[in-house]
T-cell receptor, first 111, second 118 residues
């Protein structure tokens, strides 16, 4: 399996920028997702990276470095509704495509 | 509906009883995943289906847990002789198998089945 490592908790201020880091095992890598999960709800898809570089989607951007086994999610112009857990599951290579989640980062946005 | 549907949404059972949890994936999605999430924890992988076969059952916690998928569609997760440590939210997700290119093969999640074992 993949050893996905993220900070457990982060706090940031409304209107600011926050970067959530994620490291993973590089062997068997076939793409990395970012998901958002509000308390008591199902995870929802934010982004997907399989090649190196930055993917931008509105206020959210995701970066991947395959050689370093490293990704980050950048959230700009933070809003209170961005308070949630952020998960960076990894997809396996190979014939089937198991997707493994870590414990996620719980982000609290404060006024 | 257009999304992943799970039932029941809530299940309270007594220790030792069997429970069945159902997942109806998005039509046409060939891949189906079951995860378990305990309070405040991440998602724990249980089993993956591609079509009706399960190439990876490595996450099933014990032989009390089993799952099947029929017709490449609906899946049932069965827990026999439930224990209090089985209490969690059981999440199902489906996806098209990634075809490369710009398609992400993202997972679409249902709302989950919350299981409480007394």
């Amino acid at each position: 399996g993949q050893n996905i490592d993220q900070p457990t908790e982060m706090t940031a201020t409304e209107g600011a920028i926050v970067q959530i880091n994620c490291t993973y095992q590089t062997s068997g890598f076939n793409g990395l997702f970012w998901y958002q999960q509000h308390a008591g709800e199902a995870p929802t898809f934010l982004s997907y990276n399989v090649l190196d570089g930055l993917e931008e989607k509105g206020r959210f951007s995701s970066f991947l470095s395959r050689s370093k086994g490293y990704s980050y999610l950048l959230l700009k112009e933070l809003q209170m509704k961005d308070s949630a857990s952020y998960l960076c599951p990894q997809r396996d290579s190979g014939g089937y495509q198991k997707v493994t989640f870590g414990t996620g980062t719980k982000l609290q946005v404060i006024p | 509906g257009a999304g992943v549907s799970q039932s029941p949404s809530n299940k309270v059972t007594e220790k030792g009883k069997d429970v069945e949890l159902r997942c109806d994936p998005i039509s046409g999605h060939t891949a189906l995943y079951w995860y378990r999430q305990s309070l405040g924890q991440g998602l724990e992988f249980l089993i993956y289906f591609q079509g009706n076969s399960a190439p990876d059952k490595s996450g099933l916690p014990s032989d009390r847990f089993s799952a099947e998928r029929t017709g490449g569609s609906v899946s049932t997760l069965t827990i026999q002789r439930t224990q209090q440590e089985d209490s969690a939210v059981y999440l199902c997700a489906s996806s098209l198998k990634g075809q490369g290119g710009t398609y992400t093969g993202e997972l679409f999640f249902g709302e989950g089945s919350r299981l409480t074992v007394l």
